[in-house]
């Protein structure tokens, strides 16, 4: 056989480092994992679940149409109690048409919509701006389509915004504007690195996009992951890029409740302009005729009921408890050359060795820590295949979501221990 | 602005027929529809759904697992489950290879595994021969990725093998063989015809496939689509494909739980040979790293606890029951220049007007029935745009899935009353 079985995406698509991760760490009990962004398994709303569901599939009609099928882009219901809620939250208080029940499409989880925006908006081929280092499982989907990735330099305010002026500079001139569609931001308590990017720099990002669509001959879009928002640890609300007034037509807005209420439940939704929209509606027909009536409904009633914000409020509490819970054992662990940034909302730090100790997956480091049953994300996972630099390999990222204070102490103690034997300490 | 926000997929993805009709039904109460293949409603286990729940979501640790992440894959439980029991249906005692749960992937329905595996299999400018007629949404996956689908006429007793030869002795002798990827088959109780294809015929278009893999350079696979297996009236379950012994490498099996058990619970399945299974599970990371695990620890409860299959027994009875009554509706409202195809299990009628009369979207009869709060779904929806043959526009796909009783007669009456002022009764 000449020609293989498998179509080109067939070929390019890799098993996400992610589902390795989480497949080690499930089946491996004694393993401490800091890699999955699981979320924290005590706090899971498990009761309000329950009761929830009980009501939602009480005898009669209503219960029957929680098992049957709905629309594509999912109960209104949701929509409209969503679409509100993010608007206020922007403090927008008109009916802003950004943010109408009627632009919004409910996925499976946030990464379902990622995968449709990208399938909805680029050609084999084309170029995404991506944060460096971003978000790995979405460069797992730009590598399955053929997408190239072109890293901006991440600083702990969101990117470098003349490293974005700079790089569009360099597209325009070698003719690849043409080819350039997005640019993809994790917004907010970024994976991996926890940054919370200031509203302001991502109005300045539009204004910059929007400089160079001339020369692109469309559209360029801000692709806003917000999956982390509602995890801040405390204080105010960052504005989102939907927000943005006069730049609506150019923001596609990606979040979930996965994250915030239940990663079993899978429930997810983007805001999304007019052609955009009606594209991904139709993929989303395609891919599933819409997300399982019966999830859509229990996140709908965690909302309505107020049992979601009260869980919410509980689910803050404890990750700001763990992140310092982990800031504390990294001070305790860790050895001095080893530097982090410390988050104030999601589930990751992110830890920087010196240059000269790689702990990629292929490092020695990286072995020996799952040798100690100790594992972390390793950094250069989350850097794009981007051509014009190097990817950086001595980072990691480590996750406080899943794990026990209990664990977490243990891990980053186990970790440290296993460090001290890399990083001198003479 | 001279390209397009969108890409060639986005551009070229069509909202399903099928969302406009379920949504034009949701929205219009008055109006009966003999269109979506809804489930039955008062069928639907609502009880069982919430005792299920209620189970799987006990205080403590297994509850939380339901509402954490899984694998990919889905649940091994459900995948065991799954498995032996489709073994089991197949007549296979033995630990047959091709019914492993490590060859098996949990998806959002059958539908995103049609998705998932086209993506795995075909690039753009590939040939899929269908059934002529076929379903629907999987003509729209096609047209989204540029694909081409050739239809292959259909008998009450499956495709015409003869037509199946004569289309692949084309496709060989003008080279285009090198881009057919696959043969898609909606073996149990079609849709839109309801016609069960019977074993020997799946075995014979395999060995037919595989004559001219040679001249393809490439396999060619049998996507058998099982959607409406568990839905047969009575008597003995027809084998799959996956029993064809030394076919299982050729053979992608993909099944559901949607219809036999709860439509909005969306929770599906595929059985793939070893280089497909490998993409698609890699192509389901970056869709949404695994299907909701409340749902499918909902499902694997309802399998190991008896509900399922109690569950499924009445459904069937059920169904049978409307068929028949919708039989008897069709024979005493419908003119007699109108025949049909009678199921022996699934969903529909497939019925065919005289030639001269189009029933077509753009048809007057469509409009005159939607005019008169009766829906059905046009025949001409469920045919490949193949340009070797012309699209028959005479028929129509009548479903008895979610109406009552009362609704299908009903139903079938106002569209028999539509019917005699377009067909000639002298």
């Known amino acids: 056989m000449k020609h293989s079985a498998l179509s080109r995406l067939g070929q390019r698509a890799e098993a996400p480092p992610i589902s390795w991760l989480i497949e080690l760490s499930l089946t491996r009990p004694q393993l401490i994992s800091l890699a999955a962004g699981f979320t924290d398994g005590e706090t899971l709303p498990v009761k309000d679940a329950r009761e929830l569901l009980c009501e939602v599939l009480r005898p009669g009609k209503s219960g029957q149409t929680a098992l049957q099928y709905g629309t594509t882009a999912g109960d209104p219901m949701l929509r409209e109690l969503t679409a509100r809620d993010f608007r206020l939250k922007d403090g927008i208080l008109d009916n802003d048409a950004a943010y109408s029940p009627d632009r919004m499409i ?46 901006i330099r991440m600083t702990q305010e969101g990117i470098d915004l003349e490293c974005l002026e700079a790089t569009l500079a360099r597209l325009k001139k070698s003719g690849e504007i043409r080819r350039l569609k997005m640019l993809y931001l994790v917004s907010y308590y970024q994976n991996p690195t926890g940054v919370n990017t200031p509203f302001a720099k991502k109005l ?66 983007g805001l999304l302009p007019g ?119 001595n980072e990691m990222r480590l996750s406080f979501g899943g794990g026990s204070e209990v664990n977490i102490r243990a891990g980053i103690a186990r970790l440290g221990g296993v460090l001290k034997k890399f990083v001198g300490r003479p």
Chains 1, 2 share one sequence.
């Open 106 to 151: 409910i996925s499976n989880g946030s990464q379902q919509m990622l995968y449709m925006v990208t399938e909805a908006v680029c050609n084999e081929g084309d170029i995404v701006l991506v944060e460096d280092p971003t978000y790995f499982v979405f460069l797992g989907i730009l590598q399955s389509h053929g997408l190239q990735g072109r890293g």
């Open 204 to 269: 300045a990002a539009l204004k910059l996009l929007r400089q160079y669509e001339k020369a692109a001959g469309h559209p360029i879009y801000l692709l806003e992951d917000a999956a982390y928002r509602e995890l801040r640890f405390a204080g105010e609300d960052e504005r989102s890029a939907l927000s943005a007034r006069g730049f609506a037509s150019r923001v596609i807005y990606a979040g979930t409740y996965s994250k915030p209420f239940a990663t079993g439940t899978r429930v997810g939704f």
């Open 275 to 393: 052609p955009i929209y009606d594209a991904v509606r139709s993929i989303k027909g395609n891919h599933d005729f819409g997300t399982s009536n019966l999830l859509v409904q229990l996140l709908a009633r965690a909302i309505e009921s107020g049992r979601y914000e009260t869980h919410l409020e509980a689910l803050r509490r404890r990750y700001a408890k763990k992140a310092r819970t982990m800031l504390a054992a990294l001070r305790q662990y860790f050895p001095k050359e080893v530097s982090w940034w410390e988050p104030r909302g999601g589930l990751y730090f992110w830890a920087r060795l010196p240059e000269s100790v790689p702990a990629g997956v292929k490092s020695k480091l990286f072995h020996r820590a799952v040798a100690q049953d100790v594992l972390y994300v390793p950094g250069e996972l989350c850097y794009a295949n981007d051509p014009t630099r190097p990817k950086p390999a």
